[in-house]
């Protein structure tokens, strides 16, 4: 195949890990209000709130493991090397511990942390978020990027996007933009686009829909394409 593979992951692909989702039921965001917890103004408003609900989340992720669709993309950036790129919405770690290495964590990493100060120090952080930056002194948030904000490498991910020959979109709503928006940006260049979920989401711009849990339909896409 020439061109790139690009593939996005969101929510649904850590599910069977047991990292729960946003959307679905008993999913995160109707358990916390986004606003309270995702977003620079709930964060100077209750900050000790917002802290929590990201320490809650590692302590989780400390007892989650990579399933067979972390695995089965390790296997895929294997065949493809540098003709691959994985983008994931998802913050948790799980596809740099299944082996993941050409990945853009785009809405943040939950294993980070990054101080107010001028000089935004990013440190690791697997446990509690400390409050001062050991560095500077200025308080510290999660690494992870709020509603308002701009996702990382914007630019890396155009790039690719605009090279890519196929695109799949893996476990994921496809309600928050920009990542909502990449299936058509890979469609105007020209790639096939497929998505992969447990259940049908807005499929314009799409090519093929495979249905299913991830960690069946992943590996079985991934050995398709061999
Ligand atoms: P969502 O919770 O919006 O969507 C998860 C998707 O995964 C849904 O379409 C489910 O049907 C699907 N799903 C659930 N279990 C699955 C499984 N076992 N196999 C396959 N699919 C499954 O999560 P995202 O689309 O990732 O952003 O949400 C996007 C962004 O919204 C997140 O990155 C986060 C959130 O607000 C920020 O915090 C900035």
Request: overall charge negative.
């Amino acid at each position: 195949m020439n061109g790139k593979i690009v593939i996005l992951t969101g929510a649904g692909i850590s599910a069977e890990s047991g990292i729960k989702t946003f959307r679905d039921a008993d999913g995160l965001w109707e358990n916390e209000p986004v606003q309270v917890v995702a977003t620079p103004e709930g964060f100077e408003k209750d900050p000790k709130r917002v802290i929590n609900f990201y320490d809650e989340r590692r302590r989780v992720l400390k007892n989650a493991e990579p399933n067979a669709a972390h695995h089965a993309l390790v296997k895929l950036e294997e065949m493809y090397s540098d003709n691959f790129l994985l983008i994931t919405q998802n913050v948790d770690d799980l596809h740099q511990r299944a082996g993941s290495k050409r990945i853009i964590p785009m809405h943040g990493e939950l294993l980070k942390v990054r101080c107010l100060g001028a000089k935004e120090h990013i440190m690791s952080c697997t446990e509690n978020q400390p409050e001062k930056c050991p560095e500077c002194g200025a308080k510290m948030r999660p690494h992870i990027v709020w509603f308002g904000e701009i996702p990382f490498e914007m630019e890396r991910i155009q790039k690719a996007l605009a090279e890519c020959a196929l695109f799949a979109y893996i476990g994921t709503s496809g309600v928050v933009y920009p990542a909502a928006g990449f299936k058509q940006i890979a469609k105007m260049s020209g790639a096939r686009v497929v998505c992969l979920n447990l259940e049908e989401v807005g499929g314009g711009y799409t090519d093929e829909f495979i249905q299913g849990k991830a960690g069946d339909i992943v590996p079985r896409w991934v050995d398709g394409l061999k």
